[in-house]
């Protein structure tokens, strides 16, 4: 029986979500306010605003399940799909992933180590949170922050309270500034009937608040840096009763881990394991909402991902790179947007080391 | 700047064909007299026949070149439109694969060992094509045969006469009937420029006409047997001054490769290489039509492919079995039909054979 997956969302998680999904017998439908989004050539485009209840009708009548590739959809748009049509992952980590606070509280209560916070809800809390956080700090909006957007580094209590007033009072976090190492993420999935898998820890470099490029599995990571990273995983995944694919973000300090954010859907991060492992994140993503047994999460060989970012390099000397693979997001090429990746797979970490240098040399990212 | 491909035929080739070309930036449509054809979700369907000249026309407007996955389609649609766009590969390799006598013929004069064989067109050949091919030996219909349709297993002069009377004095072509260890075959693909790379032999197990399994590469393969079949692909490559990916089926008969046929396109015993090679064979043959290098064809793993012929069979104990790939076609179960396939992929040969055997045993092909 063919199913229909409805999509939050047309952008390329849901393109690479619906090019994973159609070998599995699904079709796919997409809520996504934009003309021309990325999925528009594998799903059927449904353009509507995300909280225009017409849209959200329409979808929920015409699919059997619900998923989401954005995850500033808003809650009630959640909410309401979900009296109608199951939808995977659940509002609750919707929610909790929406509000850094409660992310942050998440992480805490479960015992996964994050950096120190304290939640600004009026120019009293200021003096307080720098006392918890130390300056400098990193002050966040608590909700719909991405790619570095929302965010500024203050050095004094004035600093807060400036822009406190200058975000006109939304909720504000103050966040320790930590040093870190280099950045981590993990990527995980559960399954309905609570299975889960494990991708390894990959390396992460951003570059003005945008992923740059993804290294799998990281280099020098010890035994047991590994396996407290599948370890906060698996207690995030249960401790949300998580359907689906997520991802952790990790500063690397000492050699511990400490959780930055997690978001609840595939992840740019992973993008690598449609070449690098057995089964791809998106693949996996939907072995979980359906129920199906997930996938090897093994590598096939070691990987790194680099974002084509404004512009999309002239392809023949990317792929004469031995085992290079180029996936496009159908998207017009504008500043600092990421119109797709390139992977490059090889036998040994020094092999990707150069063929990333290779490949480093013909992209250039546009900001 | 993106590319549109148009493709003739509308089938599972196809439907591979545009999930590895949208990836790469490219946009597909595909001329296909069928209703609701398995490449639909992905493409602009074109509902033509193939020698409908106002498709053919609609076509050659909108595309920058055509290939096609179905090797039937009639010369003349071909010639017709490589008068207006690029056609990888050329009407020549269509022409000499769609009659058994030229393809024949051709093997010979490149010196790639083949079948004894000998033309039919008249009641008096038949008696003469007994001495060259022996007896038993098959019958076949020069043209438009495939799956085993338009042949016949003859025992003597009188069958062939018979039976040249029964197919209405279409043109035939008498075989040698050999006695075969087992059937192989190879993909090769060859760009715009000369570039050539070649997978590794894979062994076919054929049921009621219809390719049930593919193993890649195939066991116990020497050295020598294994640089035979890619002299022989490179011959036929460069004689055909080929672009794209082809695949020569072989008897592996005493240890020698005879060659049985060519088909001018991607190959029902190649995708395995989705999942088990580095780069699959629909990606490759986008590549060498648009020019671009070719991917290493080496592999990720041992692998096995199995079709789902009639029945398509529920996926959970399939994708239990680990590191197994489903690719279903969409289209409507009907006995004999090639609805989907499977994939294992393994560590080595051992695990391959008992990976197999367990989705045997889920698998029920329906004929």
Chains 1, 2 share one sequence.
Not at 300 to 316: H, Q, T, W, Y
Request: with cysteine; glycine share 6%.
């Amino acid at each position: 029986m063919m199913k229909r997956i409805g999509i939050l969302g047309g952008g390329q998680l849901g393109r690479m979500l619906a090019l994973a999904g159609l070998p599995l017998g699904l079709r796919f439908s997409a809520i996504e306010p934009a003309d021309d989004p990325p999925v528009k050539a594998l799903a059927e485009h449904l353009p509507y605003a995300y909280d225009d209840l017409a849209g959200l009708e329409l979808l929920a009548d015409n699919v059997d399940m619900v998923t989401y590739e954005f995850e500033n959809v808003a809650l009630a748009t959640a909410e309401y799909l979900e009296k109608r049509v199951p939808v995977f992952p659940s509002s609750k980590a919707l929610m909790i992933s929406q509000e850094r606070f409660m992310e942050k509280e998440f992480f805490s209560d479960l015992g996964i180590p994050t950096t120190e916070y304290y939640p600004i809800d009026s120019i009293d809390d200021c003096s307080n949170a720098k006392i918890v956080t130390g300056l400098p700090a990193v002050l966040k909006t608590r909700r719909f922050g991405y790619d570095g957007k929302g965010q500024v580094i203050v050095h004094s209590v004035e600093e807060i309270r400036d822009s406190f007033t200058r975000f006109n009072g939304v909720p504000l976090i103050l966040e320790q500034k930590i040093n870190f190492t280099r950045e981590l993420s993990i990527i995980a999935a559960r399954s309905r009937n609570g299975e889960t898998a494990f991708y390894p820890l990959m390396e992460n470099v951003h570059k003005n608040g945008i992923l740059l490029t993804s290294r799998a599995p990281a280099r020098h990571v010890a035994h047991e840096m590994a396996s407290l990273a599948k370890e906060y995983a698996a207690k995030l995944l249960d401790g949300l009763d998580y359907v689906g694919v997520l991802a952790i973000e990790f500063f690397e300090v000492n050699g511990k881990l400490i959780a930055n954010e997690f978001a609840p859907r595939v992840h740019n991060s992973g993008h690598w394991t449609i070449d690098g492992a057995c089964t791809s994140q998106f693949e996996n993503h939907l072995r979980a909402i359906l129920d199906l047994p997930l996938g090897n999460t093994d590598l096939r060989s070691f990987s790194a991902m680099v974002n084509l970012i404004g512009e999309i390099p002239d392809l023949a000397p990317v792929l004469k790179i031995p085992d290079t693979h180029v996936h496009l997001y159908d998207k017009e090429p504008r500043p600092s947007r990421k119109l797709g990746h390139v992977t490059v797979c090889g036998d040994s970490p020094d092999a990707i080391d150069k063929k990333l240098e290779q490949l480093m040399e013909l992209i250039i990212p546009v900001y």
